[in-house]
Nanobody
C-alpha cells in the first residue's frame, strides 16, 4: 500500500516556474515507477511524465518535453516535477501516481495502482 500526497501547486504567470512535490508513504516506494498526470476542467486526465523505480529512465508527454523535469529521491520517498516556461494551457489539477511492475513507459492512467488527491496549478496569461 502506498499513500501519495502532492504539494507545491499555485498561481503563476505565464513563463514562470513551479515545483510540484509528491510525498509517498510506505517502505517499498523505491519499487514503484512514478508518474504525473493532469486534468483540466472538462478534459480527460492526461499523462505528463514518468520515472522508473531507480530514476534511471524518464519519459515525457510531447507537450511538456523540454519544459518539465521529473526526478525522485528514494531516500526521502519523494517525486518532484519541476515545471518551467509555464503556459496557460498547463493549467490543471496535477496528480501523482505510483505503479508496480509492468512495461515501460507507463503512459496510461489505468496502468497505475495508487493516486494522490491532486494539486491545482493555474497559469495566468
Amino acid at each position: 500500500q502506498v499513500q501519495l500526497v502532492e504539494s507545491g501547486g499555485g498561481l503563476v504567470q505565464a513563463g514562470g516556474s513551479l515545483r510540484l512535490s509528491c510525498a509517498a508513504s510506505g517502505r517499498t516506494f523505491s519499487s514503484y515507477a512514478m508518474g504525473w498526470f493532469r486534468q483540466a476542467p472538462g478534459k480527460e486526465r492526461e499523462f505528463v511524465a514518468a520515472i522508473s523505480w531507480s530514476g534511471g529512465s524518464t519519459y515525457y508527454a510531447d507537450s511538456v518535453k523540454g519544459r518539465f523535469t521529473i526526478s525522485r529521491d528514494n531516500a526521502k520517498n519523494t517525486v518532484l516535477l519541476q515545471m518551467s516556461r509555464l503556459k496557460p494551457e498547463d493549467t490543471a489539477v496535477y496528480y501523482c501516481a505510483a505503479r508496480l511492475g509492468g512495461s515501460w513507459p507507463p503512459k496510461a492512467s489505468y496502468e497505475y495502482d495508487y493516486w494522490g488527491q491532486g494539486t491545482q496549478v493555474t497559469v495566468s496569461s
